[in-house]
């Protein structure tokens, strides 16, 4: 069974530019969260979809942050513009319905300049 | 604030040791508790669940949880260098949100 996929792997921008991470959860996991992760930190949830729906965005700044789940499948998280402190690993992870155990992607490992 | 507490380490043990690695949380009405395993590098990798007071026990893995205590523990026995990483405990706090400890870094030596 494929895991979560995630690309890019690395992105390395410039403040103020765009950037955007993409998605693909594990077959058949309709719940996906998008996380942050700093240096020596725990992960910590950006928003959680149940299919296409965004259940829980509390914790996304949504000033310059926003994520869309069309078809319930895939996802993209973006950011725009970028600052200096959203330099981070964003990591997508997936779940199936009714269970807990979520597994993550690879991550994006963001760099702003 | 929801949170969940752990020794940053690192704990060094030497290889064939048991390693003990703690959390405590602090919502009491937590449910289910996840230890991860994180290379360095690498994204987190789920490697133990639990759900009810007692241990559960995987290979060499073992976790205890003491809801009464709001604690969590993940023994590794015969540890292996492979082993050496960062341990990451995790709560559900509801609505399948999980909250992350910051991790314990565990150094085993050959």
């Known amino acids: 069974e494929a895991g979560v996929v995630q690309s890019p792997r690395y992105k390395i921008i410039e403040k103020k530019q765009p950037v955007a991470f993409w998605c693909n959860p594990i077959s058949g996991h309709n719940t996906l969260y998008w996380y942050r992760q700093n240096l020596g930190q725990g992960p910590e949830l950006l928003i959680r979809?149940?299919?296409?729906?965004?259940?829980?965005d509390s914790q996304l700044p949504k000033d310059r942050f926003s994520a869309e789940r069309l078809k319930g499948v895939d996802s993209t998280l973006k950011i725009q513009p970028a600052e200096l402190g959203d330099s981070a690993v964003y990591l997508c992870?997936?779940?199936?319905?009714?269970?807990?155990?979520?597994?993550f992607g690879p991550g994006t490992r963001l760099t702003v300049l | 604030q929801k949170e969940v507490e752990q020794n940053s380490g690192p704990l060094s043990v030497p290889e064939g040791a048991i390693a003990s690695l703690n959390c405590t949380y602090s919502d009491r009405v937590s449910q289910s508790f996840f230890w991860y395993r994180q290379y360095s590098g690498k994204s987190p990798e789920l490697i133990m669940s639990?759900?009810?007071?007692g241990d559960k026990e995987d290979g060499r893995f073992t976790a205890q949880l003491n809801k009464a205590s709001q604690y969590v523990s993940l023994l590794i026995r015969d540890s292996q260098p492979s082993d050496s990483a960062t341990y990451l405990c995790a709560v559900n706090v509801g609505y399948s949100t999980l909250t992350f400890g910051k991790g314990t870094m565990l150094l085993v030596s050959p």
């Open positions: 639990i759900y009810s007071n």
């Open positions: 979809y149940e299919n296409e729906e965004a259940v829980d």
């Open positions: 992870a997936s779940s199936l319905g009714g269970s807990d155990e979520q597994f």
